[in-house]
Every structure is written in structure tokens, then in C-alpha cells.
């Protein structure tokens, strides 16, 4: 059966009062479509193969500013299924340690869940936290935050995922940095145009004393690092954050007190997202409708129970949800976000055929 055909399919079922999971396992393509609806909550999970197929962090305009729905990001691709993946602020800038291709997209402040994937797929579950600094003729400075929109007193780093420029007004320095090396430097200039390669460094405030002294031509060092008391995440290429953990080892693992989670997401029913691994390292996209009449959506330790229970998850973590829950196989959307309709988001995650 055509991959469209079972997510018309899907779509359908979703209306019917089913009391059991429905599965469809085409296993030529290495692919399994399932459906969960009990006690007024309806879930969906898509479960592919490892061996035929990739996942990957993408964002939604190629950039951190400016967003897009799920459906529009899988238009640009060529995947199998997509979900959407960290929280985000209005701007498009990522609340999550995020990495993408090896480069660094995206912070947090807080220690919390990461999926990573490796160069092989495989993948490694864990809470994790940034460390940035900028080294300057034997003087340090630490990263307040990457690809975000610069504030008094701050230290931003920006690269090729952020946009064109900066975007930044005339009130700081900003520094133009390529092999390590400082290409230019703007006092009182700002909305720096950022190369394919390079960084821009731009202070405010305090921060920018620190190039009081810097000159074109200084090599200057910028060192980044995803930590992790769980796993190793040090060589992983593509990280997504967002938490909290919510399956370990095949067993429920909910860690929103942890993580310092709000209550809007640690507390009552809702539409949510995850994504995570079975025992064999097969990749699952997961999504539970919520706020609705088919669906009032499930509390994390509900979640969790599904995602174990009747998804087959070994590791997972929980993704934004609320209204930017949403799932899309082959460029039809699977559930029925609640706002009535597709939420723009900052960032998705793809299953793409090796």
C-alpha cells in the first residue's frame, strides 16, 4: 500500500471510535504506521527502520528567523515523515541545545533532554548543557547565546544559521571572525553581514570592553561544547533539545520537576510530541491530539505510559507540543492540531530514505 494512501487512511480512522491499536506494517519499506485511541485520547506514531532510513534536525526557513508548519518544512524535503521538534521563541530562536551538521544553531540555559544522532544514525539520549566562550590574546569571555537577538549587556554568537546579518542596531561592536582568524571589527555598526563560514561576534555593554584592545588580524578563538553527564554527546553532528526525558531504558522516565519545567507543560492534559527509539534503534515519531472533543490529550506520565505501552519506545523524549503538535507523513498531516489549525514553528525533525 502507497505510503499517501495509508495516511489518507489514517486521517480517516481518526474519526472512527476505535478502543485498540490499529497497525499497518508495510515491511518491504521498512515502515510501521500505528494508532492508539482509549479513554478519550488519540495517538498516532510513525516507527521506521533504522536501516532504511535517516533522522535529521531541520529548521524551518534553512535559518533561525522566521518560521514555517510542519507541512510547509516537509515540503522542502524528500522525508517519510516529519515533527515538529524544539520549543522556540516568536523570532524562530531555539530554547534547546540544537545542532545541526556539527554546527551549533541553538542554547539553553537549563540542563535538559537531548536526543543526538550520529554520523552512523544511531542515536543517544541524555540532558544536556551549552558551554561558550570567546578566547582573545589569553583573556576569556563566555557566550551568553547563539542565534539570538542581542541584549544589553550581552555576548552573541552568530553563525550561517541565523540569516544574512545580524539584524543588530548601531550600539556595540561586532566582530568578523573566518579561520579563527578576526577579518574586521565594527565599533557604533550594526546588521553585520554574516559569510557563508564565518562568525560574527556582537557585544553590548560591559561585553564589549573585552575587544577594547582587539585588532584585524588577532586570532581569536570561539570554543563550544555540548556537555552531558548521561552520554557522550561531544562528537554527536545533530543534536535536538527539548525535554523533559520520558522514557529510559524501556521504562517510564519522567523528569519535568528535573528539567524545571513550567507547570503549562509539566502539569494537566495536553497535545504533545516525542520522539524516540525501540530496542532495536528504530526511529518513532510520536503525537497525541489534545484540547479537542476526539482527544483531550494526555498528562507526560500518560504519554510516557503510551510511548512504552503501545509504541514500543526504549528511549524517548518528549518535543514542544500544544498547538505546535503536529505530525505529516509523506506531505499529509496524520493528527488534528488544536488550534484548529497548523501552528508556524521554528524547527522539525525528518525521517529521510538512505
Given at each position: 500500500?502507497?505510503?499517501?494512501?495509508?495516511?489518507?487512511?489514517?486521517?480517516?480512522?481518526?474519526?472512527?471510535?476505535?478502543?485498540?491499536?490499529?497497525?499497518?506494517?508495510?515491511?518491504?519499506?521498512?515502515?510501521?504506521?500505528?494508532?492508539?485511541?482509549?479513554?478519550?485520547?488519540?495517538?498516532?506514531?510513525?516507527?521506521?527502520?533504522?536501516?532504511?532510513?535517516?533522522?535529521?534536525?531541520?529548521?524551518?526557513?534553512?535559518?533561525?528567523?522566521?518560521?514555517?508548519?510542519?507541512?510547509?518544512?516537509?515540503?522542502?524535503?524528500?522525508?517519510?515523515?516529519?515533527?515538529?521538534?524544539?520549543?522556540?521563541?516568536?523570532?524562530?530562536?531555539?530554547?534547546?541545545?540544537?545542532?545541526?551538521?556539527?554546527?551549533?544553531?541553538?542554547?539553553?540555559?537549563?540542563?535538559?533532554?537531548?536526543?543526538?544522532?550520529?554520523?552512523?544514525?544511531?542515536?543517544?539520549?541524555?540532558?544536556?548543557?551549552?558551554?561558550?566562550?570567546?578566547?582573545?590574546n589569553g583573556a576569556e569571555y563566555e557566550i551568553d547565546e547563539?542565534?539570538?537577538?542581542?541584549?544589553?549587556?550581552?555576548?552573541?554568537?552568530?553563525?550561517?544559521?541565523?540569516?544574512?546579518?545580524?539584524?543588530?542596531?548601531?550600539?556595540?561592536?561586532?566582530?568578523?571572525?573566518?579561520?579563527?582568524?578576526?577579518?574586521?571589527?565594527?565599533?557604533?555598526?550594526?546588521?553585520?553581514?554574516?559569510?557563508?563560514?564565518?562568525?560574527?561576534?556582537?557585544?553590548?555593554?560591559?561585553?564589549?570592553?573585552?575587544?577594547?584592545?582587539?585588532?584585524?588580524?588577532?586570532?581569536?578563538?570561539?570554543?563550544?561544547?555540548?556537555?552531558?553527564?548521561?552520554?557522550?554527546?561531544?562528537?554527536?553532528?545533530?543534536?535536538?533539545?527539548?525535554?523533559?526525558?520520558?522514557?529510559?531504558?524501556?521504562?517510564?522516565?519522567?523528569?519535568?520537576?528535573?528539567?524545571?519545567?513550567?507547570?503549562?507543560?509539566?502539569?494537566?492534559r495536553a497535545p504533545r510530541s516525542a520522539v524516540g527509539v525501540?530496542?532495536?534503534?528504530?526511529?518513532?515519531?510520536?503525537?497525541?491530539?489534545?484540547?479537542?472533543?476526539?482527544?483531550?490529550?494526555?498528562?507526560?506520565?500518560?504519554?510516557?505510559?503510551?510511548?512504552?505501552?503501545?509504541?514500543?519506545?526504549?528511549?524517548?523524549?518528549?518535543?514542544?507540543?500544544?498547538?505546535?503538535?503536529?505530525?505529516?507523513?509523506?506531505?499529509?498531516?496524520?493528527?488534528?492540531?488544536?488550534?484548529?489549525?497548523?501552528?508556524?514553528?521554528?524547527?522539525?525533525?525528518?525521517?529521510?530514505?538512505?
Open positions: 500500500m502507497k505510503l499517501k494512501i495509508l495516511a489518507a487512511a489514517i486521517l480517516l480512522l481518526s474519526l472512527i471510535n476505535f478502543s485498540r491499536v490499529e497497525a499497518s506494517k508495510p515491511e518491504a519499506e521498512g515502515l510501521e504506521f500505528l494508532m492508539y485511541n482509549e479513554n478519550g485520547v488519540m495517538a498516532f506514531a510513525v516507527i521506521a527502520a533504522h536501516e532504511n532510513y535517516l533522522l535529521h534536525p531541520v529548521l524551518a526557513r534553512n535559518q533561525i528567523q522566521g518560521r514555517s508548519t510542519v507541512l510547509q518544512i516537509s515540503k522542502n524535503f524528500d522525508d517519510i515523515a516529519a515533527i515538529n521538534a524544539s520549543y522556540f521563541m516568536p523570532s524562530g530562536s531555539l530554547i534547546g541545545v540544537t545542532k545541526i551538521d556539527g554546527e551549533i544553531v541553538g542554547r539553553d540555559d537549563y540542563y535538559r533532554s537531548a536526543i543526538g544522532i550520529a554520523e552512523d544514525g544511531s542515536t543517544v539520549f541524555g540532558r544536556v548543557r551549552y558551554e561558550g566562550k570567546i578566547i582573545l547563539v542565534n539570538w537577538a542581542r541584549t544589553e549587556n550581552s555576548m552573541i554568537l552568530y553563525n550561517r544559521y541565523w540569516g544574512a546579518s545580524t539584524g543588530t542596531n548601531d550600539y556595540g561592536v561586532e566582530v568578523l571572525v573566518s579561520d579563527g582568524v578576526i577579518q574586521e571589527i565594527f565599533w557604533g555598526s550594526g546588521n553585520t553581514a554574516i559569510p557563508s563560514g564565518s562568525y560574527v561576534i556582537s557585544a553590548h555593554g560591559e561585553a564589549q570592553n573585552f575587544f577594547a584592545d582587539a585588532q584585524v588580524g588577532d586570532a581569536i578563538t570561539i570554543e563550544q561544547k555540548i556537555l552531558s553527564d548521561d552520554a557522550d554527546f561531544s562528537e554527536i553532528p545533530n543534536v535536538i533539545g527539548a525535554g523533559p526525558r520520558l522514557v529510559k531504558d524501556g521504562k517510564v522516565y519522567v523528569t519535568a520537576a528535573e528539567e524545571k519545567f513550567p507547570n503549562d507543560i509539566r502539569r494537566g525501540t530496542v532495536y534503534g528504530d526511529y518513532i515519531f510520536a503525537v497525541v491530539d489534545g484540547r479537542q472533543a476526539h482527544s483531550r490529550g494526555c498528562t507526560l506520565e500518560e504519554w510516557a505510559n503510551i510511548l512504552v505501552k503501545h509504541f514500543g519506545a526504549y528511549n524517548a523524549i518528549n518535543l514542544d507540543g500544544g498547538g505546535s503538535t503536529e505530525l505529516t507523513v509523506r506531505d499529509s498531516l496524520v493528527n488534528k492540531p488544536s488550534d484548529g489549525r497548523e501552528r508556524q514553528i521554528a524547527s522539525a525533525l525528518v525521517i529521510l530514505p538512505k
